[in-house]
């Protein structure tokens, strides 16, 4: 478990209760972090106080994230589009096209990637 501080949630309840959050961005930015610093009443503890800012606080059990790796590529399909930077999906024979070495699919000669089977063509 994690601690995390939930910001939008806090950002709404301060614009929902004051009139002047549309006045300069640095104004409402300073008044938001002097609001979330105010001292108020601790709901867990009657009679104790604590800052604002810890009302916002929650505990998140976060998934491990995947790691990305340059030298892999999984292809997802959005390759396609990315002509610039995995080579032209176009797969016309030709003095401009070679063969990938693992599955044998058609790919542009600036292809470093397989859009099939994602195979490293470097």
Same mark, same amino acid.
């Given at each position: 478990?994690?601690?995390?501080?939930?910001?939008?949630?806090?950002?709404? #309840?301060?614009? =929902?209760?004051?009139?002047? &959050?549309?006045?300069?961005?640095?104004? &409402?930015?300073?008044?938001?972090?002097?609001?979330?610093? +105010?001292?108020?009443? +601790?709901?867990?503890?009657?009679?104790?106080?604590?800052?604002?800012?810890?009302?916002? @606080?929650?505990?998140? #059990?976060?998934?491990? @994230?995947?790691?990305? #790796? +340059?030298?892999?590529? @999984?292809?997802?399909?959005?390759?396609?589009?990315?002509? =610039?930077?995995?080579?032209?999906?176009?797969?016309?024979?030709?003095? /401009?096209?070679?063969?990938?070495?693992?599955? /044998?699919?058609?790919?542009?000669? /600036?292809?470093?990637?397989?859009?099939?089977?994602?195979? #490293?063509? =470097?």
């Amino acid at each position: 478990m994690m601690k995390i501080f939930n910001g939008k949630t806090a950002a709404e #309840d301060y614009m =929902s209760n004051h009139t002047l &959050t549309f006045s300069t961005p640095e104004l &409402t930015l300073m008044r938001f972090a002097f609001w979330l610093g +105010d001292m108020v009443p +601790d709901p867990k503890n009657p009679g104790q106080q604590m800052p604002r800012i810890m009302a916002f @606080v929650e505990e998140k #059990d976060f998934a491990p @994230v995947d790691i990305v #790796d +340059d030298d892999t590529f @999984v292809p997802t399909g959005a390759v396609k589009s990315i002509s =610039s930077l995995y080579g032209n999906i176009s797969t016309e024979t030709g003095p /401009g096209s070679k063969f990938c070495s693992e599955c /044998g699919a058609k790919l542009s000669a /600036g292809a470093k990637f397989c859009t099939e089977c994602g195979a #490293d063509q =470097s």
